[in-house]
């Protein structure tokens, strides 16, 4: 069976490729993303043949790409009869139009995925004909991945030293509380440094029915009241209008189960979500993936995406409720490798730009957890503690039966990168009302680190908060 006719030549005119040679020998960046997907003989012309194979031939050797002089200063050692021909072609090149340089990267891109999926549909459907129906799934499956993953990222790099003026002058106009989005516990964010940061991963661990969903549902409401921040929140367990039902319990203050027959305490409660409503429009989306079982972060990415696309919207939070349902992308042997995976794909997400918050279940615990005072800690998380490995804030939700009737809770914030942490946090968690407040109004007085909080506990000795 003959293979499909791959695009053999660019579907664009010489003075397009022109400009594409010039911009490939100008941004080495450009350059080192597209070239492992490009082949001199999708070139027309026989000069810019020669020279995008020159182009590919000295990078291999040299490990850089050359400049059009030093392409231009090697024509001397072609047939003289050429060099003539060769000299002015790529004098235009070096004078072709690079205004539409953004409209000829997306052009390019398309052509290698296009590319991509002509070539592994061809392979997968050898595989398919010859009976390997999973081997071909698999084939094609990968392949929508790489075509989903390949875009022109710049690389995040600078050269240290000689770039100290530009990072102190950054410094100097940046308010550092821009960067950071409150969780409205005071304490917590004395921990965080004011709020988990953009480009932050927090994850949340805690046994079943241990406030998981709540926690995050009240990081997305703080996210909005306190800092108006975009916030999108993600379902991948339970429904859609059952978080939104829990978003306007903790907007109401009133019982979720009132909240969800519309059946108000007061008519100034309904009038009052409708002033904060309107104050909020499109602070919020929610959006639910709970028809499959193998949503990875690619999928996140895409909403992301068509937001942007549709309504010119981005946001600041993505709420991930929650990261165990979250399948890696790509091919897996184990249920671990594959959480492992999506939890580092999360923070490939937060990197590209957002805060991220998401939670983990614990292991099935071996005591009552209804009674056990002891703090959970992280390394029992179920599955695998090196999904977590790649959080920068890892805390865990407490709570026996006595705090849960009393409702009290205790945080303990475990790990922060860039702070002290292993502190216990005490709160206030009235699952009635979907809500997880501070108990302190957050005026500068800070709890001393502490181990463990016991039942029937007071607060405890105070400090001061550092200026």
Known sequence: MSSPVLLATFPFGVEFQKSLLRLITEDVAFANAAMPYLEASFFENEVLVWAYQYVVNYRNRYNAVPALRVILEDIRNLDPQYQELYRLTLQQVAQADLSAETWL???????????????????????????????????????????????????????????????????????????????????????????????????????????????????GVQAVRRGNHKTLHLVFEGSRKQVEARYDTVFAQESYQRVRSSDFSSRETFERMQFDYRMYSRKLVVRGFTDEWNYTCQNIWDE???????????????????????????????????????????????????????????????????????????????????????????????????????????????????????RVILVKADFDKMTISAIRDGSGVLPSPVTNIPLGYTVPQQRKAPI
Do not use: C
């Open 105 to 219: 990267k997306d052009k390019v891109l398309g052509f290698i995925k296009r590319n991509l999926f002509v070539r592994a549909f061809f392979e997968s459907k050898v595989l398919y004909n010859t009976g390997q129906v999973d081997k071909a799934f698999s084939t094609m499956d990968v392949a929508m991945d790489k075509i989903r993953n390949t875009e022109w990222h710049p690389p995040d790099r600078s050269f240290f030293f000689d770039e100290f003026a530009q990072r102190f002058a950054r410094r100097l106009s940046e308010d550092p509380a821009l960067d950071t989005i409150s969780t409205g516990i005071p304490e917590l964010d004395y921990v965080l440094g004011g709020g988990l940061s953009i480009g932050e991963l927090g994850i949340w661990v805690a046994y079943a029915k241990r406030g998981k969903s709540t926690m995050l549902v009240n990081q």
């Open 304 to 422: 992301m995406k068509e937001l942007k696309r549709l309504y010119n919207w981005k946001p600041e939070l993505l709420v991930v409720d929650y990261g165990d349902l979250l399948r890696g992308r790509g091919e897996f042997r184990s249920e671990t490798e594959h959480q492992t995976a999506a939890f580092r794909d999360l923070k490939s997400l937060a990197n590209r730009g957002y805060a991220v918050w998401t939670a983990s279940q614990a292991q099935r615990p071996k005591k009552d957890v209804d009674m056990d005072e002891e703090l959970l800690q992280s390394r029992k998380i179920a599955d695998a503690y090196a999904k977590v490995r790649v959080a920068d804030f890892l805390g865990t939700l407490n709570q026996t039966r006595e705090e849960r009737v009393n409702h009290q809770m205790r945080i303990l914030a475990e790990m922060y990168r860039d702070n002290e942490a292993g």
